[in-house]
């Protein structure tokens, strides 16, 4: 299942990054303005799918409350942004706090002034909320379904607080950053939005490249023995809460910077980040890819996402039955997700049931033995 | 006195509904370990069946009986619901056992493709479809035992299967020719009016109740009661307990686990449909409605320990009775004049979402002591 399995020549390896950067370079020519729009929204959200393959590909941590750190991220760009173009609003404070009489900055959106404070906002603020909030759960050796149960609630507790909180954080309204300024420029203007989407492009390979640093050596064998056998895990000598504890903040700042991303180009970070639904979507796109596969998640959050928006303009009623026979499909009969399925013995076994390859002969004991093997 | 019976009984209310909602989830999660998504979904398969049986029963034939419509509907809802509840064991569920998560996502796509179900299908051929589906899986099995064992019974189910669709479509076009409106698909909410003698209130002590929210806790009271009777008086719950504490050890002895899954799945379903009819009553009913319900059950479920109704009771009233005092800001009007650092915090928690929030981080609060709910299951497994 690992990656090892396929050596790529050096030579393919070299020309496929051309090619990419390539693409990335090219893409505001070669696109039109609404769908480099799109596919920056959605690189943007492979991010995040980054975090919940680590989290639940590699350590089994079904997590169904990624929104809370997405939306923390999203709220901690949009509120800088808002703050460094208020100058012209009364009180030199967002034009949303007039509405309900608030006429001085509340004390924590302070710091917010300062791009260096926000620019570590957005992924350590969303990092540390995870990790306290996975550090009281592991603590009691909470897991499996009660752990996504309770991720589940804390996405509500933190959906309702947020919705309900206008005259902090503008409630359902959400904040705006399209009409906003960054150095002087429109952020929703169309250079603004080329070089957001540049941005993306380099984070989510930055992103990639740390996960799969992650995910390398002995932290990595350790995520996976506590996905496979936990307690065994802790037998041994190792105290599984600390390396979930750890992996869970890394998923939640990998989401704040996704949501930060997000927001910028969707123009607008409201509490609808943090509907019970989008956290259920996320992993659905780390399932479809591959989860344990960390391009399968990339590659999975796009190409979902991009079937979303194209089903969605030509047959509006059609998604939800799509998307829910998805979530059917991959969890029978794809377990391990398209990417997973291909690495593995996807490919070899339809082409041995149509006849087009000889099947290996094994000792069928030795096949067991190789199947659980696999499973590491 | 009168404040603590109102705070009391808005409590129970709001408890009961609770309760009713998480039984049905208490024992699937709790019997067989399933997380069931689309709980919420099968409490809105619930609401809706209530709406249709109203309007069916408007039509002139069954217009004197038009008062009674709810106490059918409560019996229809839990076929309904149970039904569609078998039918997601029998294909999806039955495979996944033991892998709670694959569980999780599976039934989360059930839940999606229900919601847009009734968005876009007429609920008279919905109707239809659930009909048919009634008739296709229990006709079989009112067979004589000769035709069952006989080698052609394929071909008996098949063809009861084809006369199940056929009933199903023609039922279908009767309704949507008759009530016109059901005849189309709506995304919009519905209303469902209680008959007019649920309607108004009762004085119980001086304080007057809303007879609807007694009625759902009449609803709630008599599903707890059933549901107790049956797990610990009747053979088949004794089945359904056995298979519970030890899987393997049931199935050596003779007990038909696969039987024990449909039918715990069947009735935890079931009670979900009782559940949406009690929901139906408190406000409009919507493809979402089941979603405002389906975390509460959950949290209800944990608090209270899974495997014990005795547990889940308690929990749910437990939640009630808080959402109340905290949502409602009572605490105030007991203690008039608290001091107002105090008095500051609990007016920001009073109000209904805010109260959530309250009462969901005092939960996991409650969790960081005991990880196992309130009563938890003995054992000295590792893993349980």
């Not at chain 1, 989401?255 to 409201?270: E, F, K, M, P, R």
């Not at chain 2, 709980?39 to 069954?62: D, N, R, S, W």
């Not at chain 2, 609060?365 to 009563?375: A, D």
Request: net charge positive; proline share 4%.
């Amino acid at each position: 299942m690992s990656l090892s399995k396929f050596k790529f020549d050096k030579r393919i390896v070299l020309s496929f990054w051309i090619i990419l950067i390539a693409l990335i370079i090219a893409a505001p020519t070669l696109l039109p303005v609404f769908r480099l729009n799109l596919l920056g929204r959605y690189l943007s959200l492979s991010i995040v799918a980054l975090g919940v393959d680590l989290i639940w590909g590699y350590t089994g941590l079904l997590s169904l409350g990624q929104g809370i750190f997405f939306a923390l991220g999203g709220y901690c760009a949009a509120m800088y942004l808002q703050i460094t173009s208020s100058s012209e609003f009364p009180n030199n404070i967002p034009e949303f706090f007039a509405l309900y009489g608030v006429e001085k900055l509340p004390f924590f959106w302070e710091p917010f002034k300062s791009p260096i404070f926000t620019f570590f906002a957005i992924w350590i603020i969303p990092a540390l909320v995870a990790g306290l909030i996975g550090f009281l759960v592991f603590r009691n050796r909470i897991k499996g379904v009660y752990f996504s149960i309770l991720t589940q609630a804390s996405l509500l507790v933190f959906f309702n607080f947020f919705n309900g909180q206008q005259k902090l954080i503008n409630g359902t309204n959400g904040l705006k950053t399209d009409v906003t300024q960054l150095y002087g420029q429109m952020v929703g203007s169309e250079s603004m939005q080329r070089i957001f989407f540049w941005i993306t492009a380099i984070l989510v390979i930055a992103a990639w490249f740390f996960a799969k640093w992650v995910v390398r050596g002995r932290f990595g064998n350790i995520l996976i023995g506590i996905r496979d056998d936990e307690p065994r895990v802790r037998f041994t000598g190792y105290n599984p809460v600390i390396f979930k504890t750890i992996v869970f903040s890394i998923a939640g700042g990998l989401a704040g910077i996704s949501g930060a991303l997000y927001t910028v180009q969707s123009g607008i970070v409201s509490p609808q980040f943090m509907t019970v639904p989008f956290s259920i979507e996320m992993v659905i796109w780390v399932a479809v890819g591959g989860r344990g596969t960390l391009l399968g998640a990339i590659l999975g959050a796009v190409f979902i996402n991009y079937a979303k928006s194209l089903v969605s303009e030509a047959l509006p009623a059609s998604w939800m039955f799509i998307q829910g026979g998805l979530f059917i499909l991959v969890v029978t009969a794809l377990p391990e997700g398209v990417l997973g399925w291909i690495q593995g013995d996807g490919p070899r076994n339809l082409l041995q049931r149509f006849g087009l390859k000889r099947k290996i002969e094994t000792y069928p004991s030795l096949e067991v033995n190789n199947k659980e093997g696999n499973n590491e | 006195m009168d404040l603590l019976l109102d705070s009391l009984f808005n409590g129970v209310a709001i408890g009961s509904v609770l309760l009713v909602a998480a039984l049905g989830l208490a024992i699937v999660f709790g019997l067989m370990g399933v997380i069931n998504l689309a709980h919420g979904e099968l409490m809105m398969l619930g609401a809706y069946t209530t709406y249709v049986t109203q309007l069916i029963f408007k039509i002139p034939i069954l217009k004197p009986f038009y008062n009674s419509y709810i106490i059918v509907s409560i019996f229809l809802a839990f076929i309904v619901s149970g039904v569609v509840g078998i039918l997601l064991e029998k294909t999806i569920i039955r495979k996944l056992y033991g892998s709670p998560l694959e569980t999780l996502l599976a039934t989360w796509g059930v839940s999606l493709i229900l919601q847009q179900f009734v968005r876009s299908v007429p609920l008279a051929y919905g109707t239809g479809l659930v009909i048919s589906l009634i008739i296709g899986l229990f006709l079989p099995s009112t067979f004589p035992l000769k035709i069952k064992e006989s080698i052609n019974f394929k071909y008996f189910k098949f063809s009861s299967w084809i006369l199940a669709a056929l009933t199903g479509v023609l039922t279908g076009s009767v309704i949507s020719s008759t009530v016109s409106k059901l005849s189309r698909a709506s995304a919009r909410n519905v209303d469902v009016t209680a008959p007019s003698w649920m309607r108004g209130q009762v004085e119980i002590l001086g304080t007057a109740f809303p007879k609807t929210r007694l009625m759902i806790i009449v609803i709630t009271l008599i599903s707890v009661i059933a549901i107790t009777l049956f797990l610990n008086q009747s053979a088949w719950g004794m089945r359904i307990r056995a298979v519970t504490q030890n899987r393997q050890m049931s199935d050596c002895l003779g007990i038909s686990t696969e039987k024990v899954d449909i039918i715990t799945f069947g009735i935890g379903s079931g009670l979900a449909g009782v559940a949406g009819v009690a929901v139906s009553l408190l406000g409009s009913v919507g493809p979402n409605v089941g979603g405002n319900y389906i975390v509460g059950c959950f949290m209800v479920v944990v608090l209270g320990g899974v495997g014990n109704l005795l547990g889940t009771v308690l929990a749910s009233f437990g939640i009630g009775i808080m959402t109340d005092l905290i949502g409602a800001g009572r605490l105030l009007s007991i203690w008039p004049n608290m001091p107002l650092p105090l008095s500051n915090t609990i007016n920001f928690f009073a109000t209904t979402s805010m109260a959530r929030v309250m009462i969901f981080a005092l939960i996991v609060i409650f969790l960081q002591f005991k990880p196992t709910g309130l009563f938890p299951q003995k054992g000295r497994m590792v893993e349980n």
